[in-house]
């Protein structure tokens, strides 16, 4: 089955740097990936969606400036938080789209937790 | 705007007992309902979805779900639970593109 690989899977920073996480299909394209936060015993909420070639789409309350994502390829997207919180510590997880593929076929990454000292 | 809620935060069941977890949608157009379950730092596996025709749809792990239109539900069903089940279990409304709106989860605990 299409499996999608987040990376890292664990991250500890300090606060003030910057943190990137990538998301990766691995064995299908993928036009559109989709970034998730979830907080200890909450929910998952959508924070982007994020479409190759073009800007990513924001959630309202999410700050595009701290959290960039680029989907430069039909296989990459990327999520950089940057100039990191404890308060942005966090469990971020993405799904991605297979493209052409049947509607709704999602793919979930493993996820990756952020966590800022 | 489209919501999920899952009345059930938390919910114990025997071994070999039959399990029903509860799912409410706010959908303003034909849903699409997926189930899914993540395990403890995990991310998420999806068991089943609806998108139309038959209302009971079958999943993997032996789990089923029932979209029932008329109560705005899609509950998550499994005749016998078997121990490795234990999970979070999150029920999630959205669009054919992908854009998921999940409720708040609910806590599957299994007793030997």
């Known amino acids: 089955g299409a499996v999608v690989s987040q990376h890292p899977s664990r991250v500890i920073c300090k606060s003030g740097t910057s943190v990137k996480i990538e998301c990766r299909s691995l064995?299908?394209?993928?036009?559109?990936m989709f970034w998730y936060r979830q907080f200890p015993k909450q929910s998952l909420m959508l924070m982007a969606t994020?479409?190759?070639?073009?800007?990513?789409?924001?959630e309202q309350g999410v700050e595009k400036d701290k959290f960039l994502i680029n989907h430069a390829s039909l296989t990459l997207s990327t999520l950089t938080v940057t100039s990191a919180h404890p308060e942005d510590s966090s469990f971020y997880i993405c799904s991605a789209r297979l493209a052409g593929g049947p509607d709704g076929e999602l793919f979930f990454g493993e996820g990756s937790r952020l966590t800022v000292l | 705007a489209q919501s999920v809620t899952q009345p059930d935060i938390h919910i114990t069941v025997s071994e070999g007992a039959s399990l029903e977890l509860r799912c409410n949608y706010s959908?303003?157009?034909?849903?699409?309902l997926f189930w899914y379950v993540q395990s403890p730092g995990q991310g998420l596996q999806l068991l089943l979805k609806y998108f139309s025709g038959d209302t009971l749809v079958q999943g993997i792990k032996g789990f089923e779900a029932e979209f029932k239109r008329s109560q705005s539900s899609f509950n998550l069903r499994k005749p016998s639970v078997h121990w490795s089940d234990a999970a979070e279990y999150f029920c999630?409304?959205?669009?054919?593109?992908?854009?998921?709106?999940f409720g708040q989860g609910t806590i599957l605990t299994v007793h030997p």
């Open positions: 064995d299908f394209q993928a036009t559109t």
């Open positions: 999630a409304v959205g669009t054919s593109y992908g854009k998921l709106t």
């Open positions: 959908y303003g157009a034909t849903p699409y």
């Open positions: 994020s479409n190759e070639g073009s800007k990513a789409t924001y």
